[in-house]
């Protein structure tokens, strides 16, 4: 795959991420009342709560540092990818990664904090942004450590049976 193809995908995964992050943050905020519980299915309940920080809240009312860090981490991974862009499904969690990491960036400049909506049992309350930075993070893994191809088609394998 060619290098503008590989941005073209991962700038299409984020602009997806971003819009569907947003949109549901904005329905939630419009029509889900602050801090009431709405089951939805069994163990998962709609919320509408605030997150200053980070993930679990670490970092509450460091607008400016979580900013700061994200943007780093996030120029980390975009110049990775300018390096790597022919890697094989390195633009997939890129892009999950760079909208997620957006998507929430957005909501703490427009609303000093993240809209967080879903919430499971024993688990903090989370959003979509927050899906996509997890599944980013596996994916990227995974396109990373991926078990490489030990032989080519047609040849014996050298380990002993």
Known sequence: MSSG???????????????ADQVTKAL??????????DAVFPGVDLVNV????VAFGLFSNGKAPVILLTGAALLALIVYFALHTGKAGLWFPTGLLLGGAL????????????????????WPAFNLADVSITFGVLALLYVLEAPRE???????DPSPT
């Open 150 to 156: 030990k032989k080519k088609r047609g040849e014996a």
């Open 50 to 53: 605030r997150n200053n920080g």
């Open 5 to 19: 193809a590989a941005w073209a995908r991962a700038l299409a995964v984020a602009a997806v991420v971003i819009a």
């Open 103 to 122: 998507g929430n960036i957005i909501d703490r400049v427009r609303h000093d904090a993240v809209t967080d909506f879903l919430d499971l049992p024993l």
């Open 28 to 37: 939630v905020r419009q029509h889900v009342e602050r801090g009431s519980h």
